[in-house]
């Protein structure tokens, strides 16, 4: 999920933004309208100017949408995460084929485990870059799949998460701070019941 950036008129009638429920804020940019109940937010909210080859935009880091409320466990097994992953982690698809028996059995747990070895590393490694690096990207995007793996992965992922990912996760502080700085509320209080 994303937020984008709009920009009202300059002359835009704060007054009528506040009756229909939405709260206001001030950036560098202006200022900004969201409706609070839709959104999470951190202490410290960024717009970004990103320009990639192919793409110039805004991106907020700090604010995102919020997620529906978990039911309890989803439905999508481990490889179904292989292609997310590949957005963020080139190697991706190379380790999954190394991982799977030539039966066709995925080895999951050893596949995130590794797969969470390397995004904790540029976690750590992110410690005290400036917002919008390369690597402090990443290891956002990588905290918000593994809040993703509970919310939509079957009982064996959220196994997974519980027992292969997370006690790494937790026991570096770096790592733990980056993690609950990401995650919903809900996924915390998981979190601190496991």
Known sequence: MEISVGFADTDCNEARYIEEGY????????RVFYKPDAVDMDEEVSIIYDIKPWLEAFRIEGMRPKNPLRRGPGTKLARDFVPDLLEIYDDALSLYKTHCEPSGEFDASEYFAEVNEYFCEI??????????SEDRKLASMYCGLVENLWREGDIHVETIVAEVILPVMLEDEIVRNRLMSIATDEF????NVI
């Open 23 to 30: 709260a206001v804020g001030s950036t560098e940019l202006g």
């Open 123 to 132: 976690i750590r490694k992110s410690e005290g870059q400036a917002k919008g």
């Open 188 to 191: 915390v209080q998981w979190i």
